[in-house]
């Protein structure tokens, strides 16, 4: 019996970006996998070219950010397809929740509206009826009064409430692929168990792929299957969480469990981490 | 909002106050004795007294500065007895070089002028926004070169030389156009339309550069911000995501600029006004200025800082439609 | 007269603070008003040379307490006492002054880095506009600061947009200070960063604490780096302060329910697993 073909699968990925002091490469040659109903967690030095490596899944890079290699969804290649082809993937297929909500959404517009038009680009509808997805989409990640708040504007809202509304986005068209670049650093803990859950419902319901990028190892511990530690642009290990938990077996992955911080450590023994 | 439109006019009324007290200090001081300058040459120091007491030119500054205000707000009267001349509100005197009413004459001059403004307003925001548009969306193409390029030589090119040489092509050359003579429109309409034509044209190729320049980079700018990856990372298509997500950011903020440069020519366009013979407030600047007639300078002086105040008000406001996080801070 | 002695060695003591928004529906006139209080009569001190935490739900009016206190915006009550000037309205200097003494690492690191200027003169503004002149040259304190922040002093010229998010907050990081204030407002000013490198900058905020007697107000959902860093720690929730006090006082004996929902709810490395790997370390170390 053969294992069931990745939804997504990233292959030899290189990305590279031209800077006048030559051509400096972020993502260099990363390979991975996830299946349907799974998450794959990625951790890493800040700046190890996570966030490079989502935009690349999207063909989203910034100008004169070029990807090599192959990523595949459902066996379809995607990179190299037009701005045309793409579109009818992004939001639909593969969803996304960007780093830092404030400047990634658009301050001139309600959420309301920028919710609805994603879900309206792909299901069509009116908008009245797109009204009752965006309350619902922000009701599900926990904004209280949820058909009023839909009326305001980004900067009404907390940094973790503009966090969840990035979440809603993403959710309300139940896309096949999740990408989640640190979706709950913004966050307290308690709303940060509730966020989880919800998107663990979600994954149980539609079968959802996640790749699941985040600085919080106890987090990433609950939610992963896999994990992915990433430095300087390179995969460093990958693994089943299991296995990177609890045999690591590169020093850097031993160095990040290390550092992690402990509550019941009132000291904070904090080691210094050489670079 | 209430609140802050009274408190925004009521400080426009104080920058208006303090701008015709600094123009008024100005003439005051450092002009020549306008008793002089009326008397001509055949003057007697007597009439030369006389011409004082009737303009109150022999009272102290701060009584003449408030004659001048009272003027203009509840109107006065010049001289006594059966001299007496009645210059009702808004009063902003008589020319030394006319006799004529200073308020008259803005009046009978401001319609040409607006009517420049609003016709140069119309095309260079067509142009300007237009050409701006096509070069930020089609970057590093020949579109967008050439549009720079165009726009390169309205910056570049002076506006009396723009004029003149267009002057000479329609006019002289190819006798398209009549000579500019303002020509009311309900006389003639299509002599109005060519009577006007070329000062538009010519305005609207400076502002239009300058418009194209700004709206382009803003465009260029807000392309690259985070939420319009976030646009297209929802699948948006790119007509929807230019239109929506691009151009609002992009053009709220040339409403700014385009309230105030209007402004400034209702006030006035004093070079084309003077190349095309147009008897408009800014060729009545430029021959008051040039005859140093100084009731009708302070006149048009006024009532250019009055347009700029104005405009700059209800750029604000207008401000606090478009923009929410404006909006929102100033309820 | 007597003094109080809490508000002498506090470096920034507030007191009612209440902040509300009032919001209406949609359109530029439409819709009803909505009054909302955001902090709901908040007040704490900042013990000089140490550091207050503010934990607490999101949404709960911590970020706009922060604001408040670096007056950044305006509050609807309350009052501001800093360095023992009253500084609820203040005029011009004392303004300037405030603005030089007081930081701000806000929470959406890209936001607030301006998109068209240099990392150099994004670290170096706030030199500028206290007119401050770096005794070994302004270059040469940015790649310092750059490079005790863990980023490259080789790349002071690039854009903001060329950084990962994580490098972005630590230029912040670096930018609040470059000019020595006496008290930093940490907005979520390490939650970006993974936690090696969270732990060399809380290293850096500690030495700068100990060498320049720095005070700081810090922002932080994760419970485990307050309790590293804190000496005191406020509790907020729907806009008020709920609870109070010392570091240990408030992680080990918390009185108010939401402090205690919130403790329990801290995520842990499956404690399995850890306790796996500490058996494997340990084998290891015997091993060598
Ligand atoms: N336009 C660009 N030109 C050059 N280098 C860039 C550009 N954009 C990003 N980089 C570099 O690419 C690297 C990877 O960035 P990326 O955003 O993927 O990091 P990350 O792993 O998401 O980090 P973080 O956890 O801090 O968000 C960084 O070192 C960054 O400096
Ligand atoms: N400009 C504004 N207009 C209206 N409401 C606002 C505005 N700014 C903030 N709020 C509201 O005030 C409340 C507190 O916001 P604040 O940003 O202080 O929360 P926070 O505690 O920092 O939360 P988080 O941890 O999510 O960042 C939120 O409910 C938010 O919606
Ligand atoms: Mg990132
Ligand atoms: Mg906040």
Redesign the interface.
């Known amino acids: 019996m053969t294992a069931p073909a990745p939804l997504l699968e990233v292959k030899n990925l290189t990305i590279t970006f031209p800077t006048p002091g030559g051509t400096v490469t972020v993502v260099d040659d990363l390979s991975f996998a996830i299946r349907d109903n799974a998450t794959l967690g990625v951790v890493g030095e800040s700046g190890s070219g996570k966030s490079m490596t989502s935009l690349a899944v999207m063909g989203l890079l910034p100008p004169g950010g070029r990807a090599t290699g192959s990523v595949l969804l459902d066996g379809e290649e995607l990179l190299g397809r037009s701005e045309r082809e793409l579109r009818r993937i992004r939001g639909e297929r593969v969803g996304m929740v960007f780093q830092d909500p404030l400047s990634s959404l658009n301050p001139y517009y309600t959420v309301g509206l920028q919710i609805e038009e994603a879900y309206r680009a792909h299901r069509g509808g009116s908008r009245r009826a797109a009204r009752a997805v965006v309350v619902e989409a922000l009701e599900r990640v926990r904004i209280t009064d949820p058909a009023r708040r839909a009326d305001h504007y980004p900067h009404q809202f907390s940094g973790g409430m503009r966090q969840r509304i990035m979440i809603a986005m993403a959710l309300c068209l139940e896309p096949r692929v999740l990408i989640a670049d640190e979706p709950t650093t913004a966050l307290d803990v308690t709303v940060q168990a509730q966020i989880l859950d919800l998107l663990r419902d979600l994954q149980a319901q539609t079968g959802m792929a996640m790749l699941f990028i985040t600085h919080d190892l106890a987090v990433v511990s609950q939610v992963a299957q896999e994990v992915l530690v990433m430095r300087n642009g390179s995969m460093v290990e990958h693994g089943s969480a299991e296995q990177i938990f609890s045999r690591p077996r590169e020093a850097y992955t031993r160095v990040l469990l290390d550092a992690v911080p402990r509550i019941d450590d009132p000291f904070g023994d904090l080691r210094r981490v050489s670079a | 909002m209430v609140g802050y439109l009274a408190r925004r006019l009521l400080s426009a009324l104080g920058i208006l106050l303090l701008i015709s007290l600094f123009t008024y200090v100005i003439f005051f001081l450092l002009s020549p004795d306008p008793a002089v300058l009326i008397c001509g040459k055949t003057c007697t120091p007597d009439r030369i007294d006389q011409i004082r007491g009737t303009l109150g030119l022999d009272q102290p500054f701060w009584v003449q500065f408030w004659d001048f205000l009272r003027g203009f707000f509840v109107g006065r009267t010049y001289g006594d007895g059966a001299s007496a001349v009645s210059c009702p509100a808004p009063c902003l005197g008589f020319s030394f070089q006319t006799n004529r009413s200073v308020t008259e004459m803005i009046e009978t001059r401001l319609p040409v002028s607006a009517t420049v403004a609003l016709g140069a307003a119309v095309l260079w925001l067509l142009a300007g926004v237009g050409a701006g548009l096509l070069s930020a969306v089609k970057q590093g193409t020949w579109w967008d070169r050439g549009a720079m390029m165009f726009a390169l030589g309205g910056i570049s090119l002076p506006n009396y030389f723009v004029a003149l040489i267009l002057q000479y092509v329609l006019v002289v050359q190819m006798q398209i156009l009549p000579f500019p003579s303002a020509v009311p429109f309900g006389e003639d309409p299509v002599r109005w339309f060519q009577s006007y034509l070329m000062p538009w044209l010519v305005l609207a190729f400076g502002y239009a550069a300058v418009y194209a320049r700004l709206v382009r980079a803003n465009v260029l700018d807000t392309l690259g911000e985070n939420f319009l990856r976030t646009a297209r990372a929802k699948g948006l298509s790119g007509r929807l995501i230019l239109r929506r997500h691009a151009l609002r950011p992009s053009l709220t903020p040339v409403v700014t600029m385009f309230g105030m440069d209007f402004a400034g020519l209702l006030g006035g366009a004093l070079i084309t006004e003077t190349v095309f013979g147009l008897n408009g407030v800014g060729k009545l600047a430029a021959d008051s200025i040039a005859k140093n007639d100084q009731p009708v300078i302070m006149g048009v002086t006024l009532l250019a800082a009055f347009f700029v105040v104005i405009g700059n008000v209800i750029v604000d406001i207008t401000y606090t439609f478009l923009d929410p996080r404006v909006r929102i801070a100033t309820r | 007269m007597t003094t109080t002695s809490a508000a002498e060695d506090s470096i920034l003591s507030v007191r009612g603070l209440s902040k509300e ?6 359109g ?2 439409g ?1 009803r008003k ?1 009054r909302f209080l955001a902090v709901n009569d908040v007040s704490f001190d900042v013990p000089r040379g140490r550091t207050l935490a503010v ?6 009016g ?3 307490t922060a604001r408040i206190a670096a007056k950044l915006i305006e509050p609807t009550g309350g009052t501001l006492v800093f360095d023992g000037q009253d500084v609820t309205h203040p005029d011009a200097r004392a303004l300037a002054r405030f603005r030089g003494d007081v930081q701000v690492v806000f ?5 607030s880095l301006n ?1 068209k200027h240099t990392v150099e003169r994004i670290i170096a503004a706030p030199l500028q506009y206290q007119g401050i002149r770096a005794p070994q040259g302004t270059r040469a304190l940015v790649r310092d600061l750059l490079d005790r922040v ?1 980023l490259n002093p ?1 790349h002071s ?2 854009y903001p ?8 907050q ?1 230029i912040g990081i670096a930018r609040a200070l470059a000019v020595n204030p006496k008290l930093v407002v940490c ?2 000013a390490v ?10 900058v ?2 850096l905020l500690r030495d700068l604490q100990r060498e320049r007697g720095l005070s700081y107000i810090f922002i932080a ?5 307050v ?3 804190a000496d005191r720690v406020a509790v907020m929730h729907q806009g008020r302060i709920v609870e109070q006090g010392g ?2 006082d408030i ?1 080990d004996a918390p009185r108010h329910e939401y402090t205690r ?3 329990s ?6 404690p ?3 306790r ?2 500490a058996s ?2 340990a084998a290891e170390e015997r091993a060598s």
Do not use: C
């Open positions: 928004y009032v919001t209406k529906g949609s530029a006139f819709g909505h934990v607490g739900e999101s949404g709960s911590k970020s706009t929470q959406d690191p890209f936001s998109p863990g080789d010229g690039r947009a060329q950084f990962s998010g994580g490098q972005a630590r907005d979520e939650s970006a960063l993974d936690v090696s490198v969270q732990a060399t809380i290293n959902h994760d419970l485990a780096v309790r590293q860093l570091r240990d992680f929902a919130l403790l709810a801290v995520p842990t490395i499956n399995e697993w850890d796996a790997r494997m370390i």
